[in-house]
């Protein structure tokens, strides 16, 4: 699974200059090219909604024994502050993303602010790619969806054959490798018989990797990020998470730690 740095537009000045024209206002940057204190503030402003000011005290009174018992108003009330997303919608960046299916599927289901264009096995017939995890993790015992972190070294079932029942098995790695075979050679089959590639491609497993062309706002980066990051979200979908945030973060240093701290 890879994610790769296409292409961007704006910067931390971007969001703050969108900001400020409500005002007739414009910044610069310092002789460093570095955000002043007050654009670094205002960005924080528009991520949470609230002033720095503001923000620390509700930290302290959340903190304070003595406001023990108002902390739910004081925390509904950050939860309900909404943030001014616009001006962080005046930026763009790019990405080309490969990735098993299954992970594409969690991962364009972030729709808003963000368009994607990813490859057709309507027009593409080439040997299909599939993803192999290093580990197999067991199923969780405690939870309705993901898994635990125990491996899962080996697989077997009996397979129904045509005059007898037949055990398979063997490495879970090796189980799964066999079926990617058999599957890329059905492929192959059904295209060399005349098949449709939009129809021959209804055989081949969810582990195939696609690749995805996507640009988003930072905003709409950051809920993806912030979301696909947590540790109930999949691991493989973690992964591309924490990727695009190596990417996306060192491109607005201020507004993508505000975002998503």
């Given at each position: 699974m890879k994610v790769t740095y296409i292409d961007h537009?704006?910067?931390?000045?971007s969001v703050v200059n969108a900001a400020r024209v409500s005002f007739g206002k414009r910044s610069q940057w310092d002789v460093t090219d570095v955000l002043s204190e007050a654009d670094r503030g205002l960005i924080g402003f528009l991520a949470r909604g609230c002033t720095s000011g503001d923000w620390k005290n509700f930290l302290r009174d959340t903190a304070e024994e003595q406001?023990?018992?108002?902390?739910?108003?004081i925390l509904n009330h950050i939860r309900k502050m909404p943030p001014h997303w616009s001006p962080f919608a005046h930026t763009a960046v790019t990405l080309h993303l490969k990735m098993p299916i299954f992970v594409a599927r969690q991962i364009m289901?972030?729709?808003?602010?963000?368009?994607?264009?990813?490859?057709?096995?309507?027009?593409?017939?080439?040997?299909?790619?599939?993803?192999?995890?290093d580990v197999w993790r067991k199923r969780a015992d405690n939870v309705k969806q993901g898994s635990s972190d125990e491996e899962m070294?080996?697989?077997?079932?009996?397979?129904?054959?045509?005059?007898?029942?037949?055990?398979?098995?063997?490495?879970?790695?090796?189980?799964?490798?066999d079926h990617y075979n058999s599957s890329r050679h059905l492929y192959e089959a059904m295209l060399n018989c005349g098949c449709s590639p939009e129809q021959a491609r209804m055989v081949l497993p969810?582990?195939?990797?696609?690749?995805?062309?996507?640009?988003?706002?930072?905003?709409?980066?950051?809920?993806?990020?912030?979301?696909?990051?947590?540790?109930?979200?999949?691991?493989?979908?973690?992964?591309?998470?924490?990727?695009?945030g190596e990417i996306i973060?060192?491109?607005?240093?201020?507004s993508w730690k505000e975002l998503t701290q």
């Open positions: 537009m704006g910067t931390d000045l406001y023990y018992q108002d902390v739910e108003p289901k972030h729709t808003t602010g963000i368009v994607y264009n990813e490859v057709s096995r309507r027009y593409v017939d080439s040997e299909p790619e599939f993803y192999v995890p070294t080996h697989i077997t079932w009996i397979q129904d054959g045509l005059t007898d029942m037949i055990e398979v098995g063997g490495t879970a790695s090796q189980v799964v490798q969810q582990s195939m990797y696609t690749e995805v062309i996507a640009t988003g706002n930072i905003f709409a980066w950051a809920n993806m990020y912030n979301q696909r990051t947590d540790s109930h979200a999949q691991k493989e979908t973690q992964e591309i998470a924490k990727q695009l973060e060192p491109l607005y240093p201020v």
